[in-house]
């Protein structure tokens, strides 16, 4: 059925809201990419039968990601009289349990999480309270008192585990769409661009470019033709909030853009989704095909007149594709090679009409800052930095998952009140922000205000959100290493500095980590990442260099160690360190005898073992399996 | 008309040129490894890097695919831009030490020692002879493959080309002399691409001239009398002033 | 082997669906991989054909991306996640192990076909780093020494 009118969403929300809330309990299960990895799929499972076994009357969901990963398989309940409880670690037979008690009116407080009690409609900006009258709730810590997710506020995320992403009624239930509604009938394009522009959002892909602005140039970009892209290459290695959206809440992207085709004047879009995504993709897709059945894409959108389309075009690994013009590239079915700019993309892009991209976290912003207004939106965050950024929190921590937070936040909240500190009592050491092409932040910088001013300021950048903490085992050498060698990969190969640039940069890097180089070698590390910098035609090559530069600059010492006393501080490059058995600590069992793959340990049973250093290849494992600690490593 | 001060010196060109060109008019030479006249320019080697300054944002840019803009300030020999220059040509010396071109351009600088292990390569991946062969030809025999440290130049899965006519335009636009081109008896041999092509003999001399498929191509795309394409240019210029005598004696 | 044939309806079903033969490259090839498990050198020509562009751009998109090869993929494709959560949680180490078991480098398929070896950044699985994936299969909280006997599941 095609949506004409306010009227036909309103009865659309109705059903959406039976739906979210129905007569019977209801069981929503995280089947985003990170459950279906923790096995979320047999907990669904499990449910179903014994909902069906015991006929139960119960309704099963799947939801997106609810942002604690750390604690997937998560499963949060609904029922008419109680609170929303949220369960968590769960598996096939703790599931089974827990329906059979719930039948029974009864629940397993030590499974769950937390509770809700209200929840926030972002787009209307009202808060739905739960009619509790049941004490299923007590003694359960309450969702917006956890430590997790007390700092945190959903905007972006604001549907992502509260809906079923494959139900758009449900999206319509929480306001969706109503904003779409109310712009192709009140507001005039130009309206709507001021209205972003005022908003102060910057673009959440990296750059960190105002949007508004940038829609503006597209605007007045002389031609008719003009196109609309989602960029969802997301290729930084530990950052995944956009798969996360476009799992589990499609349409706030897809309003975005429609919204933004309108005020920009375009008639057809992309949405570029990486090919590592094959659930994102279909998510996408279904969400397309539904979106264009209710008459919300494609020809007269809800009567208004005006058409816009959406096709999908898919990656094919290359990290490079995250970079417009090399995206640009992709969609006409040429390498990811960039090209330079001038002229930029929203003067001269797909198919060289003009053309606006965004990322995926900012077509997401767009239905709420028209809905609640840029004067609202723009009280949130810091001066330069408005509104709120989503972070895939990840690495040595113990709270790993995303987490969204208003710009602004002390990176000291995010490791220790949301990210509940590092494991095992060990130090906190840095925290890489931005991926290959941020750097990494010091834990003496830890009252450092993250926003995009700050962290370019600290030689890093915010990129697309990525936030992977690090700790005293991690050593920063191998680390600017890993991002080379990404970044080495990753390379087009079209333009010298980047393609020799960082080759060589990798070729010191590695004499550093084996102890075979000199002080003049870090001279001339610092040199070429000055050049692949500055002279790079592209931002893969311009940014590739920060890691190495952050590195340089906040843990010299380390270098040193490495270049001078040919020894590795953190104990992790192979050729600076010695793995040893300590006879007082060695019981005899021989355990790492019999997993060493070079067959470097002898020793006879009971007694203590040691390791032939001419054979050993450092590979660790029988550091790892010693249950005694008599592995040493120095 | 646009005006510009490159190196201090005032400018005025027209609208769609590049700084490389508009240095020219001014007599400034920037070095150029990549750029040819006949084809496109594509920004690759980054040895014509000049800086840029627009309003608050200073930047390196490649000089010949920058359009020049009203007010533009340029320096085509700063501190920054020859520092770059001095890295991107040694990195291109430990790559191909054995490349005159290279070579020269490094002495101009004065670089010395290359702080880099040496490698042999001859093609420096400018993309000329990509650039000729599709714009220029339309025959797209070769393009690049793989990506990064491994890109190169070469022929689909680097065997016989189907579509190569042997004009041999690759192999006069390139910089380095990387690609080779000999002939034995009746064939052309394009060692660097992997193709061998049948030479049309001339119906006078007798000598192998040309590829049968690059006459081909021709007598396709430009109207001339059939009996062009079965003479060498020798016999054809033989032939031609013998005409021209001709004509002049029968004038007298 | 191929069924020229089939291969020549099924790529032309598949070309049919893009409007601008020049686009479709990387979809149909993409199709090809899907079908096959890799691109096999006729199907590069004929979709060239079928798409009317030359046969180097088709080759170039072939080579440059990796999601295809143009080698026979092995029965089992493992997947070393080496995002940066897990790079920093040992996934280096994991690879040097199954590069160990199997024989062979990252980027290589094992010689009787059985399983290929890829390193890909991110899974986005970064509670469980460090995390591989066999076929559909994810595991996470990887130790060196539980490799061999998850490989010894995959026949």
New interface residues.
């Given amino acids: 059925m095609k949506i004409k009118d306010q009227k036909d969403l309103e009865k659309l929300k109705v059903k959406g809201l039976d739906s979210l809330y129905p007569k019977a309990m209801k069981i929503n299960v995280g089947l985003a990419t990170c459950g279906i990895a923790t096995g979320a799929q047999a907990v669904f499972e499990s449910i179903v039968k014994e909902i069906q076994k015991q006929g139960i009357d119960a309704v099963v969901s799947k939801t997106g990601c609810l942002g604690f990963c750390q604690k997937e398989p998560l499963v949060d309940v609904w029922q008419p009289d109680s609170a929303r409880i949220i369960y968590c670690e769960m598996n096939p037979e703790k599931a089974r349990d827990l329906v059979n008690e719930l039948a029974q009116g009864k629940t397993r407080r030590e499974w769950a999480l937390c509770k809700l009690e209200e929840e926030e409609f972002i787009i209307e900006g009202t808060k739905r309270k739960y009619s509790i009258t049941g004490k299923n709730g007590k003694d359960i810590p309450l969702y917006q008192e956890l430590p997790f997710y007390k700092k945190q506020k959903k905007i972006v995320l604001r549907n992502c585990g509260f809906i079923n992403p494959d139900n758009i009624e449900e999206y319509i239930a929480r306001g969706g769409y109503f904003t779409l509604a109310r712009v192709l009938s009140n507001l005039k394009e130009e309206q709507v661009i001021e209205e972003i522009k005022n908003s102060g959002l910057r673009g959440r892909g990296g750059a960190g470019f105002p949007t508004g602005v940038k829609w503006k140039f597209c605007r007045d970009a002389p031609g008719d033709m003009k196109y609309i892209i989602c960029n969802a290459d997301e290729g930084d290695p530990g950052a995944y909030m956009d798969r996360s959206i476009l799992e589990g809440d499609p349409h706030s992207v897809l309003e975005g853009m429609v919204i933004g085709a309108y005020a920009i004047g375009s008639h057809e879009g992309y949405i570029y989704v990486r090919n590592e995504y094959p659930l994102a993709y279909q998510s996408v897709k279904q969400a397309i095909e539904q979106a264009e059945e209710y008459g919300l894409l494609g020809e007269n959108i809800l009567n208004s007149g005006f058409n816009f389309e959406i096709r999908i075009s898919q990656g094919a690994g290359a990290f490079v594709c995250g970079e417009e013009t090399a995206l640009l590239a992709s969609i006409e079915g040429r390498i990811g090679e960039p090209r330079p700019r001038p002229p930029f993309p929203a003067e001269r892009g797909l198919w060289d009409k003009p053309t606006n991209i965004n990322n995926v976290k900012t077509w997401a912003n767009i239905p709420v800052i028209i809905a609640r207004g840029a004067d609202w939106y723009s009280k949130m965050g810091t001066a330069k930095s408005k509104g709120t950024m989503v972070f895939s929190l990840v690495g040595k921590i113990n709270n790993t998952g995303l987490v969204e937070v208003p710009m602004g936040i002390k990176l000291r909240e995010m490791i220790y009140d949301i990210g509940g500190g590092i494991p095992e009592g060990k130090k906190f050491k840095a925290v890489q922000t931005g991926g290959p092409s941020g750097g990494c932040i010091p834990s003496e910088l830890a009252d450092l205000e993250v926003d995009y001013e700050k962290l370019t300021q600290a030689g890093s950048m915010m990129g697309s959100g990525g936030m992977v903490v690090m700790d005293e085992d991690t050593c920063m050498v191998n680390v600017a290493k890993y991002f080379l060698n990404f970044t080495r990969d990753e390379s087009c190969g079209k333009c010298t500095p980047c393609r020799e640039g960082i080759k060589r940069m990798l070729e010191i890097l590695d004499d550093i980590s084996k102890g075979k180089a000199e002080e003049k070698d870090l001279e001339l590390l610092e040199s070429l990442a000055k050049v692949v910098k500055d002279a790079s035609l592209c931002a893969l090559g311009g940014t590739a260099p920060n890691p190495v530069l952050t590195t340089l600059r906040y843990f010299r010492n380390e270098y040193e160690a490495h270049i001078k006393d040919k020894k590795c501080p953190a104990h992790i490059c192979p050729d600076l360190i010695r793995y040893s058995i300590s006879k007082e600590k060695c019981t005899g069992c021989g355990l790492c005898l019999k997993e060493c793959p070079q067959k470097a340990i002898s020793g006879e049973k009971k007694k203590p073992h040691s390791i032939d250093k001419n054979k050993c290849i450092k590979c660790g494992i029988c550091y790892e399996v010693c249950k005694f600690d008599a592995v040493e490593i120095d | 008309m646009l005006n510009l001060t490159i190196d201090a010196k005032k400018v005025s060109v027209e609208k769609g040129t590049t700084v490389l060109h508009a240095a020219r008019k001014l007599g400034i030479e920037i070095p150029t490894l990549c750029y040819h006249e006949g084809v496109s320019p594509y920004g690759a080697c980054r040895v014509c890097l000049v800086e840029v300054v627009k309003g608050r944002r200073t930047g390196l840019t490649s000089s010949c695919t920058c359009l020049v803009e009203e007010g533009m300030e340029v320096k085509t020999d700063s501190p920054g831009v020859l520092e770059s220059r001095r890295l991107i040509v040694e990195l291109l010396l430990a790559r191909s030490p054995e490349v005159k071109k290279i070579r020269e351009l490094a002495q101009e600088m004065g670089i010395e020692r290359v702080r880099f292990r040496k490698e042999d390569k001859e093609c420096i991946l400018c993309g000329l002879c990509v650039r000729v062969c599709e714009e220029i030809i339309g025959a797209s025999v070769i393009g690049f493959i793989n990506r990064g440290a491994d890109r190169e130049v070469e022929t689909p899965f680097q065997a016989q080309s189907d579509v190569c006519i042997g004009c041999g335009a690759c192999s006069s636009v390139c910089p380095t002399g990387a690609i080779k081109i000999k002939e034995i008896f009746d064939k052309r041999i394009l060692e660097t691409w992997h193709t061998e092509l049948e030479l049309k003999s001339c119906k006078i001399c007798g000598r192998y001239f040309a590829p049968k498929k690059e006459l081909e191509q021709l007598k396709g795309k430009v109207e001339l009398p059939e009996e062009i394409f079965e003479i060498c240019m020798d016999c054809r210029r033989k032939d031609l002033s013998r005409k021209i005598s001709e004509i002049k004696t029968g004038m007298i | 082997m191929i069924d020229k044939t089939k291969e020549r309806v099924d790529l032309g079903k598949i070309a049919n669906k893009y409007r601008d033969g ?6 149909l ?2 199709e090809i991989n899907l079908q096959y498990g890799y691109l096999p ?1 006729e199907a ?1 020509k004929l979709a060239a054909k079928k798409l009317d ?9 072939a ?6 090869s143009l080698r026979p993929r092995g029965r089992h494709l493992i997947n070393v996640c ?4 897990c ?3 040992g996934g280096t ?1 994991i690879v ?2 199954l590069e ?1 078991e199997l024989g062979i480098k990252a980027g290589r398929t094992t010689e009787d076909l059985k399983f290929s070896l890829e390193t ?10 460090p ?1 591989m994936r066999i076929d559909k299969d ?1 595991y ?1 909280r990887l ?3 539980k490799v061999p006997q998850i490989l010894k599941r995959y026949k």
């Fill in positions: 020049k686009a479709g490259v990387i979809s090839l993409q050198e590069l562009v030359p046969l180097i751009q088709v080759y170039s998109v080579t440059f991306y990796t999601a295809f080496l995002g940066t959560a790079f920093v949680r180490r040097e192990k160990r890909v950044h991110c899974l986005g699985c970064c509670s469980l780093a995390v994810t996470g130790r060196q020494e």
